[in-house]
């Protein structure tokens, strides 16, 4: 192989170090931009499950607040139920109650009508 002998300045000028100057920047801006990218994709792709789980739980959460509503609902129903229908056990306590002493009323006069009827007799 033929061995290429390259030129090198003999004396480094201000051109010729703001020319290295800029090619450096270049090549850092240019890695620093892949860099930056690679980094934000690394982000997004470790964030987006933890996002998604994130959605997930906050429907799950609507979903059992919704639910936990409706339940209330349920609930405060059947204790409307409940009290109509204790309501009802009490008028139905108290007319056999009444019914009873009438009926009472009724044995004591019989009872009364036995013992006059028997002294007749």
Known sequence: M???KQKKPSVVT????????????IRLNNRLDFKEQSFKE????????VTDRLKNLESTTNDLTTGIQDV???IAAL??????SAKGI????????????????????????ITTLEARA
């Open 79 to 84: 204790g409307d139920k409940l009290d109509m």
């Open 42 to 49: 690394y982000v997004v792709s470790r964030l987006s499950p």
């Open 2 to 4: 033929v061995q290429r």
């Open 14 to 25: 201000q051109h010729f170090v703001k020319q290295e100057l800029n090619a450096l920047e």
């Open 90 to 113: 009490v008028q139905m306590v108290e007319r056999l109650i009444g019914m009873h002493s009438r009926i009472e009323e009724k044995v004591d006069n019989h009872e009364q009508r």
């Open 72 to 74: 209330r609902g349920d």
